[in-house]
């Protein structure tokens, strides 16, 4: 089972190995191999994401990204490729005045419609002008926006039909109604938190802030929902990092009117975004180690006050929106991607156990981490990584293991002391 959100900027050696050839044979006007070279890039060696064949001169090629499929051909003269969002019987005028609004956000693409009137996104280019930089940038832009779409237009607009999505795995009942009742239990325990905590939202805004922020981050994280569930999260997200000059205060009662959306939706709304698919492009930014330790820096400052005076809940919430962001927002190196995850799993044992993903990392009915078998996990990660971070060493000496705030504090300490070097 995958969490939260896909990057492709972890390659393997081969796949940067292809990139060079693809960029040596588009200088050499050797389009069609340069094509090719271009498709082992960003072909996952774990996924059945991307699929090419050439044929008479032709390159035929499709590409997944979560419930779209891109698919397109290529000659020695010109690209195509083109993405099917949504089927329609009629053309309303709402649905088509939104999607010509959108074709202003892009750079290379465009939506149109096709000659059965269904919604399609469309890319093209002479393979002159096609170097594998504008390919991977015009590909990446059209296999997003179709994926963001095609939920949220389908949501809105009754008249419109999934289309080319028979490649998306379903998941088991089971697992949705874990995912959906873990929605609705964080949701309202926060907002009881917030109505009927020690602080007060008036008083303490940054605290509430913070609550917020942390639940929709775990939600993206642990739920990996599509459509629009995943358009509200990103909402918020960027409403209350907008720059609008709005105070704290009203950038929370936003937040929490979208979070409240949330729990009055049915079951089954949430049931159909929940499925596994495959994924080409990632939306989040790479970084180094570097960034990571800056808002460690930045923000955990902030957590000894709530510590201190017993504000257990929010002072657990600073460390779960430091991990929270980092995986939201950026590709972090792959050491650090696993031992946020084993924070989230440390912090959030009844979750994974209903999902019967059982790594025992806390003993008995209160906290208490389990010594042994966070030190196997490290070590885990230590071979893992050794040849890529020869420099990564993760020791439990200086880790807190018995109370909640200070094992949060004392991991983000440890994370941000580690060395992330590549080799």
């Known amino acids: 089972m995958t969490f939260g959100r896909f990057t492709d900027s972890h390659k393997s050696p081969a796949q940067y190995a292809a990139w060079d050839k693809a960029l040596l044979y588009f200088e050499q006007d050797d389009y069609l191999d340069s094509f090719k070279e271009f498709f082992k890039y960003l072909k996952d060696e774990n996924a059945d994401n991307v699929r090419w064949k050439e044929e008479n001169g032709v390159i035929y090629f499709e590409l997944f990204q979560g419930s779209k499929k891109v698919h397109g051909q290529a000659n020695a003269r010109k690209l195509i490729a083109e993405a099917k969002v949504a089927a329609t019987s009629d053309l309303n005028i709402a649905f088509m005045r939104r999607l010509i609004e959108q074709n202003f956000e892009l750079k290379y693409g465009r939506f149109a419609l096709d000659e059965d009137n269904d919604i399609t996104i469309l890319f093209d280019t002479y393979t002159l002008d096609g170097s594998p930089y504008k390919l991977y940038f015009a590909l990446k832009e059209i296999a997003v926006n179709a994926d963001k779409m095609d939920d949220l237009l389908i949501e809105e607009f009754p008249s419109l039909r999934p289309v080319e999505s028979i490649h998306i795995e379903d998941i088991p009942a089971s697992i949705k109604e874990i995912k959906y009742n873990f929605i609705q239990k964080e949701i309202k325990e926060v907002m009881n938190e917030i109505d009927n905590g020690k602080l007060k939202e008036e008083q303490y805004p940054g605290a509430v802030a913070y609550l917020l922020l942390d639940l929709i981050y775990k939600l993206d994280y642990l739920i990996s929902s599509e459509g629009y569930m995943m358009e509200v999260l990103e909402r918020i997200h960027r409403k209350y990092f ?82 929270g962001y980092c995986l939201f927002n950026y590709a972090v190196p792959m050491p650090v991607k696993d031992l946020f995850h084993v924070y989230i799993q440390t912090m959030e044992p009844e979750f994974f156990r209903a999902l019967d993903i059982d790594v025992p990392l806390r003993e008995g009915e209160n906290f208490k981490v389990n010594k042994k078998a966070l030190k196997k996990v490290f070590s885990t990660i230590e071979k893992k990584y050794s040849s890529e971070y020869p420099g990564l060493k993760l020791s439990i000496s200086g880790l807190e293991l018995e109370d909640p705030t200070e094992f949060a504090f004392s991991y983000m300490t440890m994370l941000r002391n580690l060395e992330i070097v590549k080799a």
Do not use: C
């Not at 492009?281 to 923000?299: L, N």
């Open 242 to 323: 907008d720059n609008d000059g709005s105070p704290v205060s009203q950038k929370n009662q936003v937040m929490r009117r979208e979070l409240e959306k949330l729990l009055e939706r049915p079951k089954e709304a949430f049931f159909k975004e929940m499925y596994k698919v495959k994924a080409t492009f990632g939306i989040t930014t790479p970084v180094s180690h570097d960034k990571v330790v800056s808002f460690i820096d930045g923000e955990l400052q902030h957590m000894p006050w709530y510590k201190d005076n017993g504000h257990t809940r929010i002072a657990l919430s600073i460390p779960g929106y430091i991990v």
